[in-house]
């Protein structure tokens, strides 16, 4: 019942916030938690629609409204609507590779990841021919990223590579440019909306990439009738990575733990909403047991940023508090870092006395990490993906014949078509790395190579949603 009752009390939030916008009522920062008090003695005609969904359906519910599904960026439906109806700024009348003009409007360059996007996009644009793209950093500030923009457009500019400081907020500048003939494409940590007039968003999914942490930890330390307790390290509590991420170990590893029972969930997505309403319940009391999984959540250490010292700093009260911590998952690749650093502080060995996991990334650090036994996973979150496939889509659309491209999209005209009808957000593909299989993806590239800061990838290029529907009929 407690599943439900979360589930409605959701839907309640997304129903209030759809009909303040409606009316024009002012948002007013305690109204989720009123709507969900009601939504708690819930009518029994909510009750008896919400039995009559299934785990994906309520998911799929879930959203449709971002602010109710915080904790479930990434995941994925199991088919699309066409978009080919929505304007792009396609086609696009083909150029020369010398003469192509892409601008890169960037939220920040402050981290490794960013500075692995600009510098791999720009790598890939000399691979093809074309000339530099033209750069700005926004800083993190909304005004400052829509003047650039503005100003790439006044630029003559071809097409637009947007790495969004706040897409939804942005979504009118996005028509703005697309209304003009110029092509926009999105990365960034926000999934799209099916109406937004951009090509398509490429991000990573957080949900997924927790989620195959997650499988592969209780594959190595489940055992039935034993209980870990787990501690968690986020970077902020209101961030939909922040959220998504943990979220996703949850499910991976009960789905997992389940499995190994050999009382496996019906389906993933049971797995998926049960950790939705569990991280729910635990990111609001900060201790949730369920012991009789073989999990009980200890606690949340904020660090409010992603770097070495935040993540040590997350760490620091809440082991001295809980000695007993079995295992400690790390948002982020950056902040497990400090979170080994406090482990041998306190006098724990990772991988022997405290396990270690974090739910993304996949650099080069990290993966030294797990070649000496000190980290048991990460995920893959490689900014060269997104940056190098929006490069080569661009390229495709304008020029053509790119070694790889797909069949259907190997012409401008073809291309216009294809990339016409791709999901509004692409998620990239993401797997663990782990020590089975770290020498596999560890980077070879010399070390003044973009691609020697992050695990090795192959080339990838989105579906379009008749491929996607196609791949994903019979989920």
């Given amino acids: 019942m407690k599943k439900r009752i979360a589930f409605i009390a959701a839907l309640a939030v997304a129903f209030a916030m759809t009909l303040g916008a409606c009316t024009g009522t002012p948002e007013d920062s305690e109204a989720p938690a009123e709507t969900g008090t009601a939504a708690e003695t819930?009518?029994?005609?909510?009750?008896?629609?919400?039995?009559?969904?299934?785990?994906?359906d309520q998911l799929m519910k879930l959203l449709e409204n971002p602010e109710s599904a915080l904790a479930l960026s990434g995941l994925q439906p199991k088919s699309y609507e066409s978009r080919g109806d929505i304007p792009k700024g396609l086609p696009v009348a083909p150029k020369d590779v010398k003469d192509l003009k892409v601008?890169?409007?960037?939220?920040?360059?402050?981290?490794?990841f960013f500075e692995g996007l600009r510098d791999s996009a720009q790598a890939e644009a000399k691979k093809l021919g074309m000339n530099e793209i033209i750069l700005q950093s926004a800083d993190l500030s909304l005004d400052t990223q829509n003047e650039q923009i503005d100003n790439f457009v006044t630029m003559g500019i071809d097409a637009l590579i947007l790495n969004a400081v706040d897409l939804h907020a942005q979504a009118q500048k996005i028509k703005e440019v697309t209304d003009k003939?110029?092509?926009?494409?999105?990365?960034?940590?926000?999934?799209?909306?099916?109406?937004?007039?951009?090509?398509?968003?490429?991000?990573?999914?957080?949900?997924?990439?927790?989620?195959?942490?997650?499988?592969?930890?209780a594959g190595k330390l489940h055992k039935k009738g034993e209980v870990q307790k787990v501690g968690f390290v986020i970077a902020k509590l209101e961030d939909a990575d922040s959220n998504s991420r943990p979220c996703g170990?949850?499910?991976?590893?009960?789905?997992?733990?389940?499995?190994?029972?050999?009382?496996?969930?019906?389906?993933?997505?049971?797995?998926?909403?049960?950790s939705f309403n569990i991280w729910s319940e635990f990111k609001d009391k900060r201790k949730y047991d369920i012991?009789?999984?073989?999990?009980?959540?200890?606690?949340?250490?904020?660090?409010?940023?992603?770097?070495?010292?935040?993540?040590q700093a997350a760490t620091a009260?809440?082991?001295?508090?809980?000695?007993?911590?079995n295992i400690i998952v790390a948002e982020m690749g950056s902040m497990s870092y400090g979170v080994i650093q406090e482990c041998k502080q306190q006098g724990k060995t990772p991988g022997t006395d405290i396990y270690v996991a974090t739910c993304a990334?996949?650099?080069?650090?990290?993966?030294?990490?797990?070649?000496?036994?000190?980290?048991?996973?990460t995920a893959t979150n490689i900014?060269?993906?997104?940056?190098?496939?929006?490069?080569?889509?661009?390229?495709?659309?304008?020029?053509?014949?790119?070694?790889?491209?797909?069949?259907?999209?190997?012409?401008?005209?073809?291309?216009?078509?294809y990339y016409s009808d791709l999901p509004a957000t692409s998620f990239t593909p993401t797997f663990a790395i782990t020590a089975e299989n770290v020498d596999k993806y560890y980077p070879t590239a010399p070390e003044s190579q973009v691609e020697s800061t992050f695990a090795t990838y192959d080339p990838w290029t989105p579906l379009s949603i008749s491929g996607y529907n196609e791949f994903h009929k019979n989920d």
């Fill in 181 to 217: 003939g110029i092509p926009v494409l999105v990365t960034g940590p926000t999934a799209a909306r099916p109406e937004y007039q951009m090509v398509t968003a490429i991000i990573s999914g957080s949900n997924e990439s927790g989620f195959q942490s997650g499988q592969y930890t």
């Fill in 103 to 112: 601008a890169w409007a960037a939220s920040q360059l402050g981290s490794t």
């Fill in 42 to 56: 819930g009518t029994a005609a909510e009750t008896e629609v919400a039995e009559e969904l299934s785990s994906y």
């Fill in 317 to 325: 009260d809440q082991l001295t508090g809980n000695p007993d911590t």
């Fill in 383 to 417: 900014p060269f993906m997104p940056a190098t496939t929006m490069v080569d889509i661009i390229y495709d659309l304008f020029v053509g014949g790119r070694e790889g491209a797909p069949a259907d999209a190997n012409t401008p005209e073809k291309a216009s078509v």
């Fill in 361 to 377: 990334d996949g650099a080069r650090e990290e993966l030294d990490y797990i070649r000496r036994g000190e980290l048991m996973v």
């Fill in 291 to 311: 012991s009789e999984k073989g999990l009980n959540l200890a606690w949340i250490g904020v660090g409010e940023g992603l770097d070495v010292a935040k993540g």
């Fill in 249 to 274: 170990w949850i499910a991976g590893y009960l789905s997992k733990a389940a499995e190994m029972d050999g009382n496996p969930y019906e389906s993933k997505y049971d797995a998926i909403l049960e």
